[in-house]
């Protein structure tokens, strides 16, 4: 049983902690071979990947720690270049376990394909049609993708939309719901949609124009809660009460305000790109998705949710959509990917969700917590002055020392990091 509970793994050094990883998740030094030659990923293989390749380009993987997801413990690979985040999930996750963790859920994965279609004489008339011709359309597109089949997707419905406030005449819209699986589902349902599109167009007697999936994937959404004792939640002079207030209060700030939302909203992507990006799938897609979701009332608001429960404890919320998979893509090709999913342990992409979703709350509550109590600056200062000591040019032990000093002095500038660093020399 893999234990995401590792003391002072802080403080070990950088092959230790492989070593403890290896140990907790039962992982073979060959599973984590890739997080020892920079992600794994040669240039050849990237050169297969993507045009006019040149190299490749390398994030810091750090592992979120403490995370029990649905009752079971698991190590996160997060790959992020700020300071802060995997130290900040670390902690609220540990916070959540003293609540019983995370409880996640995710629905089936349904994606949507859009097709647009143009110059249709009877919009109402071509809407029904396309509706009476649905169980053959579904069959149409449910054999394109023999493989998804085979594993249970397929083609699960069709839906019309007339859309009339646009800029040209008004048009339909047809959309494919189609199970994918543990796939991201792009491939299969732009596949899908182009192949439809010459039996739509006979139908309808109009012009379909676009065929591709849309990523406001609101048909595949990942939901995840927890509860965090209110004793967990104090902290040199603040009571516990006084903290849950305080990300309460920071909470209703993002529901109401579009521009407070937009940040805590970052905040909760922090923890979710990492995850998705360690994993090798399509962080733009996700972005997309997320925001979208977050205006889908018309007004753009918080993902998540942050009230009291029947005991006056903090209970958090977060719902997004989440089209992530486990299989092809660079999650196939990816070395680092391919450990990520191993190390995690996740059999489906509904699994990797619920994981993902789960850091995305831990991560807002860390930075709700800081901005509710003494700041965001006190803890991430340390951090950055670590990263600012490396871009003066500290190595080593040098690092900590010029860090330290820098944080000692509240003078965290690259300018005084080089200072400092001659004056140690
Ligand atoms: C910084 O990367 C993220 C935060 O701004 C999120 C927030 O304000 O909630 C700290």
Redo the contacts with the bound molecule.
């Keep these: 049983m893999t234990t995401s509970r590792i003391s002072g793994f802080y403080n070990l050094t950088l092959d230790e902690r492989r070593a403890k990883l290896a140990e907790s998740a039962a992982l073979s030094p060959d599973d984590l071979a890739a997080y020892v030659s920079n992600g794994g990923l040669n240039a050849d293989a990237a050169d297969h990947m993507i045009e006019n390749a040149i190299g490749t380009h390398a994030l810091p993987l750090g592992i979120g720690l403490n995370f029990q997801v649905n009752g079971k413990d698991v190590l996160v690979p997060m790959a992020i270049e ?1 300071p ?2 995997v130290a900040g999930a670390s902690f609220m996750a540990k916070l959540a376990r003293a609540g019983g963790g995370f409880i996640a859920t995710a629905t089936e994965p349904l994606m949507i394909g859009q097709m647009q279609v143009i110059n249709v004489v009877n919009l109402e008339e071509a809407k029904l049609k396309l509706y009476e011709h649905k169980a053959e359309l579904l069959a149409e597109a449910d054999a394109i993708d023999p493989v998804l089949k085979k594993f249970g997707g397929g083609a699960r419905d069709i839906e019309v939309r007339i859309i009339e406030n646009s800029p040209i005449d008004a048009f339909l819209v047809v959309h494919l719901i189609y199970d994918v699986r543990d796939a991201m589902g792009a491939n299969a349902v732009n596949t899908a949609c182009e192949k439809l599109a010459p039996h739509i167009e006979s139908i309808t007697g109009g012009h379909v124009h676009l065929r591709i999936l849309s990523n406001l994937a609101d048909r595949r959404i990942a939901r995840v809660r927890c509860m965090i004792p209110n004793k967990e939640l104090a902290f040199d002079n603040y009571k516990g009460e006084e903290v849950r207030d305080g990300i309460i209060a ?1 909470y209703a700030f ?1 529901a109401a305000d579009p521009y ?1 939302a937009a ?2 909203n ?3 992507m ?1 923890g979710v790109d990492a995850v998705v990006i360690a994993t090798g799938n399509d962080w733009r897609a996700i972005e997309a998705g997320a925001h979208a979701y977050a205006a889908r009332s018309g007004k753009y608001t918080s993902l998540s949710t942050w009230n009291k429960d029947k005991d006056g404890n903090l209970v958090g919320t977060l719902e997004m959509p989440m089209a992530v998979g486990t299989i092809g893509g660079a999650t196939k090709v990816h070395p680092a990917a391919q450990a990520a999913i191993k190390l995690m342990g996740v059999k489906t992409a509904s699994e990797l969700a619920e994981i993902i979703v789960s850091v995305g709350l831990a991560q ?1 509550m860390a ?2 917590r ?2 509710a109590t003494e700041g ?1 600056q006190r803890g ?1 200062m340390s951090l950055h002055a670590r990263q600012v000591a490396i871009a003066a040019g500290a190595t080593g032990d040098m690092i900590e020392k010029v860090a330290a000093q820098m944080v000692a002095e509240k003078v965290v500038r690259i300018d005084r990091a080089e200072e400092i660093l001659k004056e140690i020399k």
């Design positions: 700020e802060s985040v920071a993002a407070r940040t805590h970052k905040g909760i922090n807002n930075a709700l800081a901005l965001i991430h």
